[in-house]
């Protein structure tokens, strides 16, 4: 069984950086890839970026492009999100993911396990 572990989130200044990890146990390879989601107050999960085990084939959503890395080790089976150039809006809980299926990594459906998450806020 597969269990996943946030950390890294906090309370920074706008254009602050902080970089989240997720730590996976058990079996991981077996599945695709990993995906980070995150969830504001009142507001619907949505996706933020997702990293294929094998390949590092990465996606990221409009918003984030150009301001997030998502990446592995595979050795130490954890993926990292490096958050630059934070701004207010990225303020939510930050959620990793396993991805069963790479058809459309953008899909929750396609996860079937989840972290507990990790709490970023970004003050102006």
């Known amino acids: 069984q597969v269990q996943l572990v946030e950390s890294g989130g906090g309370v920074v200044q706008a254009g602050d950086s902080l970089r989240l990890s997720c730590a996976a146990s058990g079996r991981t390879f077996s599945s695709a890839g990993m995906g980070w989601f995150r969830q504001a107050p009142g507001k619907e999960r949505e996706f933020v970026a997702a990293?294929?085990?094998?390949?590092?084939?990465?996606d990221y959503a409009d918003d984030v492009k150009g301001r997030f890395t998502i990446f592995r080790d595979n050795a130490k089976n954890t993926v990292y999100l490096q958050m630059d150039s934070l701004l207010p809006e990225d303020t939510a809980v930050y959620y990793c993911?396993?991805?069963?299926?790479?058809?459309?990594?953008?899909?929750?459906?396609?996860?079937?396990?989840w972290g507990r998450g990790t709490q970023v806020t970004v003050s102006s």
């Open positions: 993911a396993r991805n069963r299926l790479w058809i459309t990594p953008r899909s929750p459906y396609e996860y079937d396990s």
């Open positions: 990293i294929r085990w094998s390949r590092g084939s990465t």
